[in-house]
């Protein structure tokens, strides 16, 4: 039998109540008093409920961030004091990394080496934001009309920013949608998933002690369908940020057009990951497996589709499969497990369903397939799962599956492969691996895609951008690319004569 690690005690203190939104610096219940389950995928069992935000929530979040935008010292104030508050929530984060870890365990089933990460990687992105606060700068620009004639711009906040935020990494994802636009001075109204709520507002609470002033985070809880339909369409709301499917992403541009809000998406992924017969062996291995299987492949830039040199095809395939089998699969809270479950049994037919359609279509099954194995039953656990013999035209090969299932497509040379590589909809990740410098250039220039990792992979950094090409998504998170579209660029014509 497993041991598992017992659960921090103050993330079990925060869970042993209804979950309350968090608007306007108080902590409130929908204005229905609706609560939405939230159960953990790992067993099923209920942890606690969170309350079920509709219009009406999202507007008064709204109408409170609106108020802290237009009356409150957010905005107004010194960028280095804008700067010592963020750097005060990092600092929070950091001390309360373990159960912020946890509670995302907890939440949404992945394993402790995995989730540990996050409140790590949620610290520093506050960091990085908080230096950006005093280095918000305009230009000065040349002019030839005649006379003489002062011409600058200057970077202004928005005003409100929304973002909607997917179940997978819960507390990092929304944290790269809050960061950014609290730097150069704007107020955010942000909504988790319905299934997974529980770290973010934890997260609220660390903001509220750390003293960012009332209405100027605010967390509402919901479904999509109401909450950040809400969201979206609301005219007050100047900017929305948006991670999740394309089908998602495309509703989001349509209601965003109500007030032509600024819109960032961060959307699907069929990620093409090329082996080349003449990687380093061991390396490409544990790239392959890295880029498909981390986070039980529940990630928007997973390497799902495997193109693998004809060469090395089989062997590389076969090794692959034996490879996977060191992924002990479990509980996110037993210290052996490498893979949890996915969010829910709704997600773990989904991503049968596909299995079953792969097979149907001619492709091999190599390993891997539900989880089922005693305790593993309760939960929605599926196996590293290696499909062989696939090609372009295989729904496997062209539709997001957003579980720990590969597609592995054989190639014969440079071209070949550029060509099968860019025949999708997306464009959002992509790896290489080779020991040829010269090739490695070539082909990570000739992929359409907005990520390529060579002979690594699933390495991102706040100072770096990060999106897609064509159905992957509009615009970019992180690094200078975030403060760009989180505020104005304002041009002022001063005559001097």
Not at 37 to 58: H, M, S, W, Y
Not at 159 to 187: D, F, Q, R, S, Y
Request: hydrophobic residues 40%; proline residues 4%.
């Amino acid at each position: 039998m497993s041991t598992l690690v017992a659960l921090n005690p103050t993330a079990q203190e925060f869970v042993s109540k209804p979950l309350k939104m968090f608007i306007g610096g108080k902590w409130v219940d929908a204005l229905s008093g609706r609560t939405t389950e939230i159960r953990n995928p790992a067993d099923g069992t209920l942890i606690t409920t969170a309350a079920e935000a509709e219009k009406e929530d999202v507007n008064f979040a709204v109408i409170q961030a609106r108020k802290a935008f237009e009356e409150g010292s957010w905005a107004r104030m010194k960028p280095n004091e804008r700067a010592k508050l963020m750097l005060k929530v990092a600092d929070l984060i950091e001390e309360h990394s373990e159960e912020l870890a946890h509670l995302d365990t907890l939440d949404y089933g992945q394993p402790l080496s995995t989730t540990l990460n996050f409140p790590v990687a949620a610290a520093d992105n506050f960091r990085y934001y908080a230096g950006w606060a005093t280095k918000i700068t305009g230009e000065t620009h040349t002019s030839s009309v005649p006379g003489e004639i002062f011409n600058y711009t200057r970077r202004e906040p928005l005003g409100v920013c929304a973002g909607i935020v997917p179940w997978n990494a819960p507390l990092m994802n929304a944290v790269m949608k809050i960061t950014a636009p609290l730097a150069v001075g704007n107020t955010v109204v942000i909504k988790p998933s319905e299934e997974t709520p529980i770290s973010l507002l934890r997260l609220g609470e660390l903001i509220q002690e750390a003293g960012i002033p009332d209405g100027v985070v605010n967390i509402v809880t919901g479904h999509g369908a109401t909450a950040g339909d809400a969201l979206a369409s609301h005219a007050d709301v100047d900017k929305i940020a948006f991670t999740g499917s394309t089908a998602v992403g495309r509703k989001i541009i349509q209601n965003s057009a109500v007030n032509i809000k600024k819109v960032t998406l961060e959307l699907g992924g069929k990620s093409a990951h090329v082996i080349f017969s003449d990687a380093d062996y061991e390396t490409a291995l544990q790239s392959a497996s890295n880029a498909i299987f981390w986070n039980s492949g529940q990630v928007c830039f997973a390497g799902s589709r495997l193109f693998v040199e004809k060469g090395i095809y089989d062997r590389f395939l076969s090794d692959l499969a034996e490879y996977s089998k060191n992924y002990r699969i479990g509980n996110g809270f037993d210290e052996s497990s490498v893979i949890g479950p996915l969010i829910s049994a709704k997600q773990k037919k989904r991503v049968l369903d596909y299995m079953d359609i792969g097979q149907k279509e001619g492709a091999e099954m190599l390993i891997g397939g539900e989880a089922i194995e005693g305790e593993l039953d309760k939960g929605h656990f599926v196996k590293p799962t290696v499909m062989a013999n696939v090609n372009n035209d295989m729904t496997i090969a062209k539709e997001e599956i957003f579980g720990p299932v590969v597609s592995a497509i054989p190639f014969d040379g440079e071209d070949e492969m550029i060509n099968l590589a860019n025949q999708t909809d997306y464009g959002l990740g992509g790896g290489i691996c080779t020991t040829n410098l010269k090739k490695a250039h070539k082909v990570a220039n000739a992929l359409n895609t907005g990520n390529i990792w060579v002979n690594t992979y699933n390495i991102t950094e706040p100072n770096s951008p990060f999106g897609g090409y064509k159905q992957s998504g509009i615009g970019r998170e992180n690094g200078a690319a975030s403060i760009d579209s989180y505020t104005e660029v304002k041009n002022v014509w001063i005559d001097l004569n």
